[in-house]
T-cell receptor, first 107, second 113 residues
Framework: KNEVEQSPQNLTAQEGEFITINCSYSVGISALHWLQQHPGGGIVSLFMLSSGKKKHGRLIATINIQEKHSSLHITASHPRDSAVYICAVMSRSQFYFGTGTSLTVIP | DVKVTQSSRYLVKRTGEKVFLECVQDMDHENMFWYRQDPGLGLRLIYF???????EKGDIPEGYSVSREKKERFSLILESASTNQTSMYLC????????????FGPGTRLTVT
């Protein structure tokens, strides 16, 4: 049983498209994180949120605590957004990770 | 900028060898973590440490040990490497208390032949 489920697993988009990646979780959380991993391995934290919505440039993250669901949106997608996006939740000092969504943006 | 560095980006070892992976952070973080990442399985926690000389087992500690003698340095040791330990190993660090943001190193891709 996975505590964190992401969808879709793979996503291909044309440059300029609006992209949504979804994350559902089954545990009580103190925070939810969206991470980005480019080919080669390094992981960067995009957002940490526990309620509402956060925006950074073309990226928007939302969370609905009652529904245990979060979404990551990318507006005006660009080939440099191609990466694996990972949802992670923190529950009682422990992290649970989704298996990631692999995004490819085609020029 | 927080910097988490790992001793190697790529490593090839033979079955039965003792392997050391080292992680260093420069932000005076209390917490340090070792994960492995495998396709379809996501990140899985091997061990973490919340203070010098303190360690806690994660989800998959079997076949691994760790050492934290200094606050900035957290080592992962494979006592006798096996082929099923071929993986990407990622170190991370963070402040306490939760909720906290983790900062990741670049990863070490270990191949055991």
């Amino acid at each position: 049983k996975n505590e964190v489920e992401q969808s879709p697993q793979n996503l291909t988009a044309q440059e300029g498209e609006f992209i949504t990646i979804n994350c559902s979780y089954s545990v009580g959380i103190s925070a939810l994180h969206w991470l980005q991993q480019h080919p080669g391995g390094g992981i960067v934290s995009l957002f940490m949120l526990s309620s509402g919505k956060k925006k950074h440039g073309r990226l928007i993250a939302t969370i609905n605590i009652q529904e245990k669901h979060s979404s990551l949106h990318i507006t005006a997608s660009h080939p440099r957004d191609s990466a694996v996006y990972i949802c992670a939740v923190m529950s009682r000092s422990q992290f649970y990770f989704g298996t990631g969504t692999s995004l490819t943006v085609i020029p | 900028d927080v910097k988490v560095t790992q001793s190697s980006r790529y490593l090839v070892k033979r079955t039965g060898e003792k392997v050391f992976l080292e992680c260093v952070q420069d932000m005076d973080h209390e917490n340090m973590f070792w994960y492995r990442q495998d396709p379809g399985l996501g990140l899985r926690l091997i061990y973490f440490s919340y203070d010098v000389k303190m360690k806690e087992k994660g989800d998959i500690p079997e076949g691994y040990s760790v050492s934290r003698e200094k606050k900035e340095r957290f080592s992962l040791i494979l006592e006798s490497a096996s082929t099923n330990q071929t993986s990407m190993y990622l170190c991370a660090s963070s402040f306490n208390p939760p909720p906290y943001e983790q900062y990741f190193g670049p990863g070490t891709r270990l191949t055991v032949t």
